[in-house]
């Protein structure tokens, strides 16, 4: 199975599953150490532009959602953005578009080749070489393996260069090891 099939057949067992409603009941139970539930499926919308990478598939799918930290915006808010360096220059010639967040980081779609990014603007403060945190080859492969995959527990790069292991604590990472789609 590839990407495209793997995230709609894993969006449609978190509809079928309750997702949304069990975890915002679980949110409800420890609302104060989060701003809101791990999980919001969006009614499946059409795009009105033509994007690369299965991100309209994607759309079709979940609409703009947030799973975990990962917001995935509605398309009057996607952007142009440039990936900087640490001194404001793009990192490279891409074309990118800014289709979500995961907190203060940028989820980006490169406009030529349909690839996914998340991109920490910030990096160089710890000394880090790049800001690239998790790159996938198309929405469909992001979604599947980051949003709802065992790379979500890489959203803020490697877990060797974690200061704590944040990913044991997220409740919507314990939700993908609960039910098999963290792949633990």
């Known amino acids: 199975m590839g990407h495209l099939e793997s995230m709609r057949a894993k969006i449609d067992g978190l509809r079928e599953r309750g997702a949304d409603a ?31 990478g299965g991100l309209a598939d994607l759309y079709l ?16 808010a996607f952007g142009p953005m440039d990936a900087i360096d ?22 980006l779609l490169d406009l030529d080749s349909g690839a996914v990014i998340v991109y920490w603007f910030n990096y160089f403060e710890r000394g880090w ?13 992001f979604a599947d393996t980051v949003a709802m995959g065992p790379g979500y527990a890489g959203l803020h790069g ?13 409740p919507w990472f314990a939700y993908l090891r609960e039910t098999g789609l963290a792949g633990e």
């Open 158 to 170: 490697p877990k060797e260069r974690q200061r704590t292991a944040w990913w044991d604590e997220d």
């Open 86 to 107: 640490a001194y404001g220059e793009p990192i490279d010639g891409r074309r990118r578009l800014r289709i979500g967040d995961v907190g203060e980081d940028a989820v």
């Open 22 to 52: 069990e975890l915002a009941r679980r949110w409800e139970d420890d609302a104060g150490r989060y701003n809101a539930p791990p999980l919001r499926l969006g009614e499946p919308v059409a795009l009105a532009g033509a994007y690369p």
């Open 129 to 141: 070489d790049s800001g690239v945190l998790v790159e996938c080859g198309s929405a469909a492969e």
């Open 61 to 76: 799918a979940a609409g703009p959602a947030r799973f975990g930290e990962i917001l995935l915006l509605p398309e009057a």
